[in-house]
């Protein structure tokens, strides 16, 4: 199963690579990590998104992240109510009737372009993961040249309703 | 004091150097021992020490494995944390092998590395080594200096961390320009952890449902494990097994929390425990794991480990809780506090029925065994002896393999912090130096080294320091000649094709004692045991005796690989 899974980290030296050791070595399966400031000074975010067999070993990983000196928090917002983003930038090749073709294809994604070259253009796109990854698979007949993902950061909605019925693992 | 008053106190301060600052921190952390080996990046260090009349003695290892097992001897004896020195590069990888050793057996020991300045830091200059990278799977926690302002502040830390909660290693590497920095500052060594709240008491509705199901079973079992040891626990847990009449099975780093000639103590289950040990957490119904992390070696194949009980499991990590066994009753708490608050409960023991008598029929019926050589010793009877001309009050220190298995199962222990050996990490070269620090940390105590001969011949050097330091250390060689434990396993497992475990040569242990000035024995037949064994424990001085046992002995009964912890072989009625 796919678990969301979001850390307050005391902005430490070496603790992201203290967390990312621990992750390797105890077997866990990334499949994306994004870090960055908070709202408090001196505090970061880290936000996971990471495949798990079971419940017993999603406890092991909550558990084990808990135990670093440097966490503060840490929860599994997987069922939660939640904003969940990624940034993609995607280069394709590109050059005269294809780029209206593009721009057809990436405007309902509310993707846009940011840079253009004689024979590529680049595009970026933000939204949830399964938005991003649509866009993608659009894109690849035309030839990716480059792509980059920053991996999915998120947090809770201001309101959680009282039962959340659509499970973020299904639709992350 | 507060910040302002000390500054107007010691305006007049003169300049000190870091390595100055570094000392003043130790001595504020009670540090009486330092276990270390100098060299470049840690001269400052070293200056600072020889010209400081700071009340701790500083121990010249002959190899820094030597320091640091010494560090987690000591560690282990006095339950106070052991506090290493080694400079940059080589100084610190040599320490790699015991920090991680004392990160499998949760020692505390806080480590000073030297590191190159920082302003070469990254170009691969001499001697440096990314200790910060190497030492971060296997530490608490670790640091690397960048201020001297932080440096007090650090130490505090360093040492809170690695002695509170789950006990660890932590290091704090220390660039030479901040051991050499000259300053006059006035520093501040308050600290905030707000992501390191170890939880000491437990929660109330835990033991509750703790007591619920000990007054429900029927087969009820204790697990105690280091946890015990280190939390101070062994009285509560003796009250605790004695009110609720509850048999009491230890871990191997366990041996000691609970009294090994108690009537209800089954003595250590795992892969070289006792059948009766094994066989009642094969068979109870609640299993209270106190301190103890269900290991492999001590559960086996895991499918077959405790099948018909209820796990409840006492630990100041959580993380250990559900780790490997699945777990109905967890409680997350400092072994000591659990143990009085079961014991504050009103909860009555349950009817048992004859649960004790059973487990007692297969104490009596399956006991440990061995058979006795015909003039020549036999390694289990040796123990024996040791244990008897001891009168089983020494504090004893092992290497790994069969020698280390036979101590444990032929030295059973009365009292805590006696039985220093390498569990997690199964670290050959641990015992003897290991020895050296608990000595130190116990000076009037006999501490009795049970060593392999393959296992001493890798940091035998520090005999060095038993002479210099005039410790009375008594060292038994069970010498066969082989690395006993390789040998078994080949025999049993691999048909008896002996790869590279038997030992063509060995030196004389005897004469190699002469050469540093220790005196050496050597015993050859089990009839002058008694009297040579006599001589040593009883020497005014440090002591090798090379004990020459029967090569073809394994240590038994045994969980094989992968087997279930009811499926001992090499048990004899
Ligand atoms: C540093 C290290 N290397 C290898 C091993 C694997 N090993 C475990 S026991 C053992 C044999 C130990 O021989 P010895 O010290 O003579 O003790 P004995 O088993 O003969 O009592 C070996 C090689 C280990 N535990 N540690
Ligand atoms: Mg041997």
Redesign the interface.
Known sequence: MRRIITATVQNRSGVLNRITGMLYRRQFNIESISVGASETEGVSKMTFVVEIEDHQKLEQLTKQLNKQIDVLKVSDITEKAIVARELALIKVVGSGQLRAEIQGIITPFRASVIDVSRDSLTIQVTGRPDKVEALISLLKPYGIKELTRTGVTAFLRGQQPAQVTELNSFTI | MKVEAKQEMESTKKLVTGADVLIDALVEAKVDTIFGYPGGAVLPIYDAIYRSNAPFEHVLSRHEQGSIHAAEGYARVTGKPGVVIATSGPGATNLVTGITDAMMDSLPIVIFTGQVANSVIGTDAFQEADV??IT??IT???Y?V?DLLELPKVVKEAFH?ASTGRPGPVVIDIPKNISSQLSDAVYDDHFI????QPNKKPNPLQITKLAEALNKAKRPLILAGAGVVFAKASEPLIAFAEKFKLPVANTLLGLGSFPGSHELSLGMAGMHGTYAANMAIYECDLLINIGARFDDRLTGNLNHFAPAAKVAHIDI???EI??NV?TEIPVVADAKEALQALLNTSAEPGDQGSWRDHLATYQREYPLWYDRSEGFISPQWLIEQVHKLSNGEAIVTTDVGQHQMWAAQYYPFEKPNRWVTSGGLGTMGFGFPAAIGAQLGAPEELVVSIVGDGGFQMTFQELSVVKEKSLPVKVIIVNNQALGMVRQWQESFYEKRYSESLFMENPDFVKLSDSYGIHGMRVEKEKDVPQVLQEALTYDGPVVVDCRVVQETSVYPMIAPGKGIHEMIGVRK
């Not at chain 2, 952890?193 to 390191?196: K, V």
Request: proline letters at 20%; glycine letters at 16%.
């Open positions: 910060m990278g971060t799977p608490k926690y670790n690397q960048t961390i952890l707000p992501g390191y990590d959580p993380a559900g780790k699945p």
